[in-house]
């Protein structure tokens, strides 16, 4: 059994326009310590998932149905009180925006110490004493002197230390973090992953990282998840899914990110944009975009499979390579034709890059 | 215009902002410049790109807007088309508007949401009075097919479009006066990977088309890259380094270029290289650090003559001298007992047990023991006296290297030979032989 098992979970928005379907029969798991990446665009449901794992989905949205299962627990089946318990304590969130997530009114080492006091029961004492500890496991220089200083005393990246001691100040099991580093400035985003690297390594928590950066899952993550609409088109371990892509949005995703050093001409682009939850495109949801899209896929939904075998997948019990495009169950007559070039011995790798015949470009 | 003026030329341009300041400190005239933008020259040649790149607040998006006189420059030139720009009357500045244009990072934001597009890009012909009538129609909708929208969607609200579509409206309000020279100020920060390669693309076919000049200003090296002809890596409101994306990412490299380049995570999950992290964030520039601005988190200051370190020493030491400066060691808080808070400090700077060179132990022992004491003046005298560097003295000035100008002294030939306290040599006439310390 891993630590956390998510099994097809369907969370849903009941708005004036429609019902948003933000995750589709979503199945996942984290083990004890791993790094665990969902990555994918703005739209795609990868807040709302970490939302509900936290059981966070409020009005008008709902878990419809599904399991998430934390030590074998089901979470779906707690009460708020149970909820409130394992919140900051058993799994702990970090989110995109450091500022908002700190109160203004009270000082840094309040707000931790406070954390420390609800879920452990210390004195105050022994709390302040903890959080500076905490404050200084982060690398904020001085920290028994900074405890008394407010969040706007603080550059960004020192916040986003903040909000990092105070999701490690209870020692959780699993840290959900939703966009760490997408506020910051890429010297400070290599400082904050450096340290949620050492601060998994060493306390064996695990990292549920979610990013719309394939940059940072690849230096992070040990298995991913890339999510379009609302659904995972492809889950495997990190390699597998850089050097070896098996859906042709994760090829496009990849295709797209400008590199140093390359001389392509222009940039590889995926046409059009994610359409919006409420009223999807029927089929395979990604064929308006797919380069390699043929009549099947605007009729049929393709499962999430193993691509090896074209067995449907089980994300909970096994690690084979999985992705949800007929190509993977015999029903799409062409081949996926693309070429992952990798770049000489001297030059770093680079799976997507150049001449790929998943040529699709933009208008 | 003589033939050898570039469309945009930029000379010591200068932008402060005074500080947030309360009663107080304005009754003791205690008033302090934020120093934006200090002292910023370069060049943009018609049809093409320079990137401005950089992390927040290095004065990035100040240059952008004191280019287009949306914020008055504090001191410096810029002349667009050989005439100076600073100088023109609010009437001549609107008829020079038609020519020089900006896109914004946040299209949500700057597109006035009560507006259809058809009248947001009307607005800007109105303005300059350009076209009306049905030939103001067939414009609009030339453009918006310019852009890559559908011209039937003229009458919608900016609500009912995605960023990417925002970020192509913004791009046909600022074609429609038919400029030649775009301000864009990160205009694809906001938008997923697959939208942003679609909009670079697009500003590149409208650069190939229409001959168009940018300013393009990302704070993310990879993007500009595919962009750019030249490209100025700016760090505390100065340019640290400037030249072609061949030479940029060449060596010679300024420190803090190589720096961002190494911290770009790198999408391949093999990728073994050495990652330089930079120690604290940049520093405030409202005061500043004195000489090379980076000299406070430069891994590769460079370290007095008269002593034997190690780089990763020395840059210990560099910041146990910038943080007596600045006193910030809470003391109180480490173990008592003077073996213990010895050992304690050492840890909290990053210092090893001993250094190599025994003469300078000797010295960061009683500087430490200063520190123990809380005499930071003094502690910080005696390590700024005893180690000396032109990195925290002197200011680098850009000078021509085998691969672009740098603002260094490793690639200065007056510093070649250990730190000397003089000015150094003219700019740009010592055409530097670029030398590298590993
Ligand atoms: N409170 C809400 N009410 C209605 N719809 C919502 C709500 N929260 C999220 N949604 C919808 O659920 C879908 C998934 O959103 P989610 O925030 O999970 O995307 P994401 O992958 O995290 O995107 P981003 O990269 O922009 O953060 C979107 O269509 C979004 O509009
Ligand atoms: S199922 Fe069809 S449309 Fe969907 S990803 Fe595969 S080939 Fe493309
Ligand atoms: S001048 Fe000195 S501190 Fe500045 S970048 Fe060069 S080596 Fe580093
Ligand atoms: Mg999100």
Known sequence: ?363 | MSGSEPLLRVEGLEKYYESESDFIDRLLGRQQNVKAVDGVSFEINEGETLGLVGESGCGKSSIGRSILRLREPTAGSVYFKGQDITTLSDSELRDLRKEMQIIFQNPQSSLNPRLTVNDIIGEALDIHGIESGVSRDARIKELLDRVGLNASHANRYPHEFSGGQLQRIGIARALAVDPDFIVCDEPVSALDVSVQAQILNLLEDLQDELGIAYLFIAHDLSVVEHIADEIAVMYLGKIAEIGSPEELFAPPQHPYTEALLSAIPEPDPLWEGDRILLEGSVPSPIDPPSGCKFHTRCPRVIPPADYDFEQSEWRAVMSLRHRTREADIAVETFDAGEAALMESLRDELDLPPTLSDPEAEEVVQEALRLVADEEFARAASLLEETFETPCSTDEPVLRETDAGRVACHLFDPAYESGPTRGTPTDDGSAAGSATSDD
């Open chain 1, 1 to 363: 059994m891993a630590m956390l098992e998510v099994e097809d979970l369907n969370v849903r928005f009941y708005t004036e326009d429609g019902v948003v379907k933000a995750t589709n029969d979503l199945s996942y798991r984290v083990e004890a310590g791993e790094r665990f990446g969902v990555v994918g665009e703005s739209g795609a449901g990868k807040s709302v998932t970490s939302l509900a794992l936290m059981r966070l989905i409020d009005e008008p949205g709902v878990i419809e149905s599904g399991e998430i299962r934390f030590k074998g627990r089901n979470l779906l089946e707690m009460d708020e009180k149970e909820m409130r318990e394992l919140r900051g304590n058993e799994i702990a969130m970090i989110f995109q925006d450091a500022e908002t997530a700190l109160n203004p009114s009270y000082t840094v080492g309040e707000q931790i110490s406070e954390a420390i006091r609800y879920h452990l029961g210390l004195d105050e004492a022994a709390a302040r004493e903890r959080a500076i500890e905490t404050l200084e496991s982060v690398g904020i220089p001085s920290a028994a002197q900074r405890y008394s200083d407010y969040p706007h005393e603080f550059s960004g990246g020192m916040q986003q230390r903040v909000v990092i001691a105070i999701a490690l100040s209870c020692d959780p099991d699993l840290i959900i973090a939703d966009e760490p580093t997408t506020a910051l400035d890429v010297t400070i985003e290599a400082q904050i992953l450096e340290l949620l690297e050492e601060i998994a390594t060493e306390f064996d928590t695990a990292i549920q990282l979610i990013t719309h950066d394939l940059g940072v899952v690849a230096e992070f993550c040990d298995r991913v998840m890339v999510m379009y609409a609302g659904h995972p088109v492809e889950m495997a371990p990190v390699e597998d899914v850089y050097y070896d892509p098996q859906h042709p949005y994760t090829v496009g995703l990849m295709s797209s990110i400008p590199r140093i050093g390359d001389d392509r001409d222009r940039l590889q682009t995926i046409p059009g944009r994610m359409p919006d939850l409420i009223e999807m495109p029927p089929g395979c949801n990604f064929h308006p975009r797919c380069p390699y899209a043929e009549e099947s896929c605007t009729r049929v939904e393709p499962p999430l499979v193993d691509v090896e075998t074209g067995e449907p997948a089980d994300p909970i019990n096994s690690d084979a390579q999985a992705a949800a495009c007929l190509a993977h169950t015999g029903e799409l007559s062409g081949e996926l034709d693309y070429e992952v070039t990798v770049r000489g011995e001297d030059d770093p790798a680079v799976p997507g890059d150049a001449p790929s015949s998943a040529g699709v470009s933009d208008r």
